[in-house]
């Protein structure tokens, strides 16, 4: 039985080397603006929940859901970064989940990680934060909600489409073929991702309400939402064995449209698909990968945080 959840990004051989050089420029500006802005506004109490969002994002990527077709999808978390701590803030967190996703598990090719980055991180954080921020004054909780439900779905959608022009840029596929291909399957996915996103956000209002003010990040703190925090991410890891195993949006429209194949293997495995190598794809396989990864994106970004917090100081 097949525990370890579906590859989730972009391997190499997708994109041709000047498409993912263009997206490693792009990423690399954004994120070294992310660096330099959160450098200047990051509050005391912001560096735990930056470490316990990226922990969060990076199990709840791992519980693939099943949408039609014998497809699966997987929650991408930018907007919701974006929401809770800021656009800046929300890309460096975005950043640390995938590379490790990349370099620790072999899921998304190293060349490409650029434009995974760039995909599910810079351009869903700014989308996220973008279309809540037009409703965050407003006192209205359910308003806030539809428009952060709203945001993560099209975040969703957009990250499908640019996946799907940078595919047709690097002549893996037709435009005309793999767009609605792409955002077919995408338009769904972005459902669960809408429906992941409300729920978090929704339970931070109910409990941390101070979390999702700028304002008060640096001012009100407590170890229980950390705690909390903590305790979620561990479940959702718990959980991961029971993922779909079916194929997530991009596997299944590069099987359907026939560049499955022209994806290429990393050149080095550590925890390759999420598993334990010595312990094979079993359940305590993928739950043992899986909270080793929770815990080193954690711990990356409670240093990549004291760090700037540090030179902020």
Do not use: C
């Not at 470490?51 to 999808?73: C, D, E, K």
């Not at 026939?258 to 050149?267: E, I, K, Q, R, S």
């Not at 190598?277 to 909270?291: K, N, R, V």
């Amino acid at each position: 039985m097949h525990y370890a959840p579906a590859p989730l990004h972009i391997p190499d051989g997708f994109l041709n080397l000047v498409t993912s050089l263009v997206f490693w420029a792009l990423t690399g500006l954004f994120v070294g603006i992310a660096l330099s802005r959160t450098n200047k506004a990051l509050g005391e109490k912001q560096v735990p929940l930056m470490g316990i969002m990226a922990a969060f994002i990076f199990a709840a990527q791992m519980l693939n859901f099943p949408v039609a077709g014998g497809t699966s999808g997987h929650f991408l978390g930018g907007a919701l970064a974006a929401i809770v701590l800021g656009p800046w803030a929300g890309i460096l967190v975005m950043t640390a989940v995938i590379a490790v996703q990349a370099l620790l598990f072999q899921d998304g090719g190293l060349l490409v990680m650029g434009a995974n980055i760039f995909n599910m991180g810079v351009l869903t954080a700014i989308i996220g934060f973008g279309l809540y921020r037009i409703v965050s004054a407003s006192a209205n909780k359910t308003l806030k909600l539809a428009a952060a439900g709203v945001a993560a779905w099209l975040s969703t959608v957009a990250a499908a489409l640019l996946t799907a022009l940078q595919l047709w840029l690097s002549g893996t596929s037709r435009l005309e073929i793999v767009l609605p291909a792409m955002l077919g399957v995408h338009l769904l996915i972005g459902i669960g991702e809408a429906l992941i996103t409300v729920a978090a956000l929704a339970f931070l209002m109910q409990t941390r309400p101070d979390l999702l003010e700028a304002e008060n990040v640096a001012a009100k703190g407590g170890t229980g939402w950390v705690i909390a925090g903590i305790l979620v991410s561990l479940v959702a890891v718990l959980l991961s064995p029971l993922a779909s195993a079916d194929p997530d949006g991009l596997e299944r429209v590069a099987e359907d449209l026939g560049f499955l194949d022209t994806g290429l293997d990393a050149p080095y495995q550590i925890l390759p698909d999420y598993t334990i190598p010595f312990l094979g794809e079993t359940a305590l396989s993928t739950i043992i990968a899986g909270l080793v990864g929770a815990f080193v994106v954690l711990g990356l970004m409670i240093l990549v945080g004291g760090l700037l917090k540090k030179r902020s100081a």
